[in-house]
């Protein structure tokens, strides 16, 4: 039986470089698969200074393991533990999903089933970096501050 066909003839060389394309991308050639590659630096431009509505003495005067959502202003997470106030990316270092939030054991991402504890750290992969932490000041006003665009140890934490 005969095929019907669309009318439009399609020179070899399109033909076989869309076929390797599609080849490409279903075996994870397009960017999809599993490397471990962390994803680049968010663009260039644009304020990273994030001031929050936490101010030092009350987020100081909270329970250890608190944590503060703060996905909506620049994609990071403010937390306390005994030492002090800090901040980390909600950007998972596996593929660059956003990660959900603390549920009281770890926050889990929800594109691979990577898993990090209260300060970041990958307790279940694929995830194969921790959550990156940035700097945290206090404004003119009390205010806490979080310069996204600034990368501190994991340790590091205002008190």
Not at 24 to 29: E, H, P, Q, S
Request: glycine content about 14%; proline content about 9%; hydrophobic content about 35%.
């Amino acid at each position: 039986m005969h095929e019907p066909t669309t009318g439009i003839p399609v020179d070899r060389r399109v033909f076989c470089a869309c076929a390797i394309a599609a080849s490409a991308l279903a075996c994870g050639g397009g960017g999809g698969g599993g490397g471990n590659t962390p994803p680049p630096p968010p663009p260039p431009g644009g304020s990273t200074l994030k001031t929050t509505t936490d101010t030092k003495a009350v987020f100081l005067s909270q329970p250890t393991g608190t944590v503060h959502d703060y996905r909506n202003l620049g994609s990071f997470w403010l937390a306390r533990d005994a030492g002090g106030i800090y901040a980390m990316t909600a950007i998972c270092t596996h593929q660059g999903c956003t990660v959900n939030s603390w549920n009281g054991v770890v926050f889990p991402c929800p594109c691979h089933g990577s898993q990090y504890d209260l300060n970041g750290a990958v307790v279940q992969g694929p995830a194969p970096l921790p959550l990156k932490h940035f700097e945290v000041t206090v404004d003119g006003n009390g205010f806490l501050v979080v310069d996204t665009g600034k990368v501190v140890d994991a340790q590091v934490r205002l008190t």
